[in-house]
Every structure is written in C-alpha cells, then in structure tokens.
C-alpha cells in the first residue's frame, strides 16, 4: 500500500512539471512574437534547453529587448528599416515603431501559459512534498517470508519423521542436520535466511555443495561449472552437489534428497 501511494502521488507530480516546461517554452515563443522580439526563434531554442532557467531571465529582461518592429516617420508616416534613425522620405528624425500583427492575440496567449505554468510549478511542489511525507509517515512493507526448510530424504523411524548427517547422526528436523566439511568445521543451517553459519560466519546457500565424500564445500568465487540437474563440476572434473540435492542414510553414505538413491555410483566412483 505503501509503494503504490508513493507511486499515484508521484505520477501527478511527474504530469505537472512537464506541463509547467511545455507551458514556459509555448509562453516565451509567444510573448517574443507578439513584441516583435529579433531573435525570438532564439530565444525559443535557449528555453527548450533551460526552461525556468531562461524562461526566468526573458521574464525580467522583455520589455528592454531590441525588436525588429518597422519605425513609422512622425512627420510624413513612411516606413524605414528600424536600423536607421533619419527618415529617408522627408530626412526627419522623429519617429514611432509599429504595431506587430496580432500583438494583442500572441500577448494574451503567453499571459495564458505563463500562468498554467506557474500553477502546474506549485502542483509539482505540493505531489512531491506529498511524496516525501508519504514515504516518511507510512510505514515500510513487511518483507516476504523467505523461510525455507533444508531438503533432506527422509526415513520413518518407529513412525517418526527420521534424518541423517554424514557422521550417521540422527534428527527429526531437517534444519537441525549438521554439515561438516573435511577440516573438522561444522555448519548449521538456517531457515530463516537459507544461509549456513560456521564459527560466527555466515555461508550463502546458493554457493553451498556437498562434494562426493558427502563434505561441505563453499563456492565463494562461483568457480564450478554446472553438469546436469544438481551436479557442478571443478576444474579437475570433481563432482559437487548442491546441498539441498544431498542427504545421507543412517550409515553416511550419500544419496538424493529427493529419491533416496546413492549419489555415487559404486561402479564409476561418481
């Protein structure tokens, strides 16, 4: 619950600013038109790279910016590029600049984005501000049960579930079976996290094989090669099994979690 209102209050949020972008770049190329702004295209282009960047410096610098609106002379009413300041009809130097065709039209539409803009901005601020205090009030989702129990064959004994480790040792949990490996140490399985711990260190299960003589083995550097379902391989062709595809019967020996055969062919060794 927790992600998917983060989630439905980010998705507005992400709708507003780009709104509020899209709305600051349509205001800037309007205003610029209905100014007769030289350069607008310009200007244009710099608020598609920078939009509240540029779109802030336009806002304060509009009204002085040179524009490319014709001169109309007082005097006699011709019309002369606005590069030049004498009248080439009569040679008088009073003048006015024109009206820009539709001013009043490309004015009132960048008024109208401008503000959607600015409303979108807030919109944006109010979601995202929505989404920090979502994500510090609502409490975090409960993590899944990754609990697993350890895969052993099983064996009824006096009509009771019976397991073994190598040493012939017998329990009536799975997860209390021991692994040794051949240095005498001893890991303990956990259901909780699916990982062995030994002397104070932890052993992830997914690099945790039983070699051919039933030991523990832990894969650190991921070296061994995959076989066939359950068996890896060393470098110098050793056989390892993964430990849920190992168990053993009351004698030691080593057979299939799954099916209770010997894992070792007596013929093969393997």
């Not at 710099?46 to 109309?72: C, H």
């Amino acid at each position: 619950m927790r992600t998917l209102i983060i989630i439905l209050t980010a998705i507005p949020a992400i709708a507003a600013i780009i709104l509020s972008i899209v709305s600051i770049i349509i205001a800037v190329s309007n205003d610029s038109k209905g100014r007769g702004v030289k350069n607008r295209e310009l200007w244009t282009r710099r608020t598609l790279l920078s939009p509240f960047i540029i779109g802030l410096v336009y806002y304060f610098q509009k009204d002085s910016l040179e524009t490319e609106a014709a001169k109309i002379c007082v005097n006699c009413g011709a019309d002369f590029d606005d590069n030049k300041y004498v009248c080439p009809n009569c040679r008088g130097t009073q003048y006015t600049f024109g009206e820009v065709p539709n001013k009043a039209v490309y004015l009132a539409k960048a008024k109208k984005w401008a503000k959607i803009s600015v409303i979108s901005f807030v919109v944006y601020i109010v979601m995202m501000a929505s989404v920090f205090v979502a994500a510090a009030v609502l409490p975090e989702p409960e993590p899944e049960n990754i609990e697993s129990d350890a895969c052993h064959f099983v064996y009824v004994v006096d009509g009771v579930d019976t397991y073994y480790d190598m040493l012939g040792n017998s329990y009536n949990d799975p997860n209390d079976v021991l692994y040794y490996d051949r240095f005498g140490n001893v890991y303990q399985y956990h259901r909780e996290n699916g990982t062995f711990t030994c002397n104070g260190y932890e052993y992830f299960s997914y690099s945790s094989y039983v070699d051919k003589n039933g030991y523990f083995v832990y894969d650190d550097n991921r070296t061994l090669t995959y076989v066939d379902i359950g068996e890896w391989m060393d470098s110098d062709n050793n056989i390892y099994y993964n430990y849920f595809c190992a168990s053993w019967d009351s004698e030691g020996n080593l057979i299939d979690s799954f099916t209770g055969e010997p894992l070792i062919d007596e013929n093969t060794n393997k």
